[in-house]
Structures are given as C-alpha cells and as structure tokens.
C-alpha cells in the first residue's frame, strides 16, 4: 500500500523552497522528511528540488528526473556537504530475478529497473560535476 500526504516541517527555515508545498510519496520518504528536519548536523533539505535530465532506455528520449532529495549537511569531519538522495525500498534497488515463465509484472519490474538505473547514472554524473555525492537509502537504511 503507498502512503503519500503533505508535510509540514517544524523547522521550515531549513527547507529549500516552499516549505508550504512539501508533497511525500511514500512512508520512506516521510520518514526520512522528518529525520532532516529534526536533525541538527542537516543545515537544508529539499524535496524533489533538483532535477536531473536522462536518457531512457525504453523509448531513447530525454527526460526530467526529479530526484527525492537534497541536504546541505555538516559531515563528522565538520565539512559542508552536499548530497542527492534517491529513497527506495531495498528490493527495488537490484535486477529484478527471473522467474521460469515472464509474467506482465516481471516485464514490469524489468522497465522499471532499466528507468531507475538510467536515472541514478545521470544523478551520478549530476551530483560529480558540482562536487557532490548522490546516494540511494533504503528502507533497511531509514529503520526506525
């Protein structure tokens, strides 16, 4: 079942745009919306700010990918840091296995396992040429 709702933060001056708009799709994503929030060391945080053109492999045209998030963050050496972070549940984060007979959902889990990795390359290659880093957290990640 997906969860999605708005978010209001308790700390809106942190939030890199309109605080009023913040949309999760996900309980993973609310989850760590509410970890950027209330956590001191993360200096801002988007949601969905950033977008990054790719190339699909399935019809070979350019498209937008909005990546979940960005934080601005102080890391453990006392360093500004910048990240991309894409929230996934861990099994979609691997090729699909395959099944003895394709069926409509491995077709599926096929295209959208090609969609996601065209996507995370180009957020890859985003993220490297301004000096930042794009990370993919999982939900064994984000635990509560």
Known sequence: MAYKGRYKPKQPKKYIGNPTTIIYRSLLEKRFMLYCDKTDAILEW?????????????????????VDFIVKLKNKDGMNETLLIEVKPKRQCSAPKRPERKTRRYLTEIK???INTAKWKAATEYAENKGWKFIIMTDETLSP
């Open 46 to 66: 988007g949601s969905e700010e950033v977008i990054v053109p790719y190339k699909s492999p399935i019809d070979n045209r350019m498209h937008r990918y909005f």
């Open 112 to 114: 959208n396992w090609g």
